[in-house]
């Protein structure tokens, strides 16, 4: 399995960006799928995830502003991030978590995911 992020950029505060995720492997549709950001010096942090149902979670500092979706025929998941603040500003990476029992309990964690992509850089200038 491999993914390759991309769509990040930057923008002014208040502005959109969409970044994406291609997946490369079998079976993507059995995946949970998730996005973490980081910044120097700072762990990783949980931003948004969807299951294989598309049910998806979201950290409280990005409800309401972002949206997390997928699309199994193109093998791509899609962050949808709207009313972008200076404090967004991060590396942001997609996740592939391969235990479809386990999604509901361990999405928060970074750990727990079996792959990575390679990150896009997102900045919000004021």
């Known amino acids: 399995v491999q993914l390759q992020a991309s769509g990040g950029g930057l923008v002014q505060a208040g502005g959109s960006l969409t970044p994406s995720c291609k997946f490369s492997?079998?079976?993507?549709?059995?995946?949970?799928m998730g996005w973490f950001r980081q910044t120097p010096g700072q762990e990783r942090e949980f931003v948004a995830a969807?299951?294989?149902?598309?049910?998806?979670y979201y950290s409280d500092s990005v409800k309401g502003r972002f949206t997390i979706s997928r699309d199994n025929a193109k093998n791509m998941v899609y962050l949808l991030m709207n009313s972008l603040k200076p404090e967004d500003t991060a590396a942001y990476y997609c996740?592939?978590?391969?235990?479809?029992?386990?999604?509901?309990?361990?999405?928060?964690?970074?750990?727990?995911?079996?792959?990575w992509g390679q990150g896009t850089q997102v900045t919000v200038s004021s």
């Open positions: 996740a592939a978590f391969n235990r479809p029992w386990d999604f509901k309990k361990d999405y928060l964690k970074s750990g727990e995911y079996a792959y």
């Open positions: 492997g079998p079976t993507f549709g059995s995946y949970g």
């Open positions: 969807i299951d294989w149902k598309s049910i998806t």
